[in-house]
């Protein structure tokens, strides 16, 4: 198991990879330090392709991530973090209308917690689905970082 922190424009964050595939993504928190099992692996060759394609994302060059296994969680889970790869670069999409797309017109909810845990946001653009009205909410790494991203994606997607 191993770990790495890579500097991006929205601060440091931390990367986590179990068995050769990418496990995690964690965005700061303010005034939280990163906690790591003792059993982690500080590895940054680990990481080449991942942190290459996340500098060339924040750089505009990169629109699309390698594809990689569906993190571990329920089917609707899967099917919710299926949906958001198919949201394109620069779009956005309301949590009704993720929902929709994974089969579960009525699960807007569920498709928001499905969201909340999403453990690698970011290749998995949770940040791309907005509330209904348009209005920025929810997201893990703060709001901030989602107005961020977004931006950078409407910036680079014309």
């Given at each position: 198991m191993y770990y790495t922190f890579l500097n991006t424009p929205?601060?440091?964050i931390l990367l986590t990879k179990k068995q050769n595939i990418l496990h995690t993504i964690c965005f700061p928190k303010k005034n939280k330090q990163f906690i790591l099992d003792s059993l982690w692996e500080k590895n940054n060759d680990e990481f080449s392709r991942e942190i290459k394609e996340i500098i060339d994302y924040f750089s505009g060059r990169l629109k699309k991530f390698s594809k990689i296994p569906l993190p571990k969680g329920t089917d609707f889970q899967q099917k919710i973090w299926k949906a958001l790869l198919d949201i394109p670069y620069g779009a956005t999409m309301s949590y009704q209308e993720i929902a929709k797309a994974a089969g579960s017109p009525k699960g807007a909810r569920a498709a928001g917690n499905a969201?909340?845990?999403?453990?690698?946001?970011?290749?998995?653009?949770?940040?791309?689905?907005?509330?209904?009205?348009?209005?920025?909410?929810?997201f893990g790494g703060g709001l901030n970082v989602k107005k961020y991203l977004l931006d950078l994606e409407q910036k680079f997607s014309k």
């Open positions: 929205v601060g440091e969201l909340n845990i999403n453990p690698i946001p970011i290749i998995i653009p949770c940040h791309r689905v907005i509330g209904k009205n348009g209005s920025l909410t929810g």
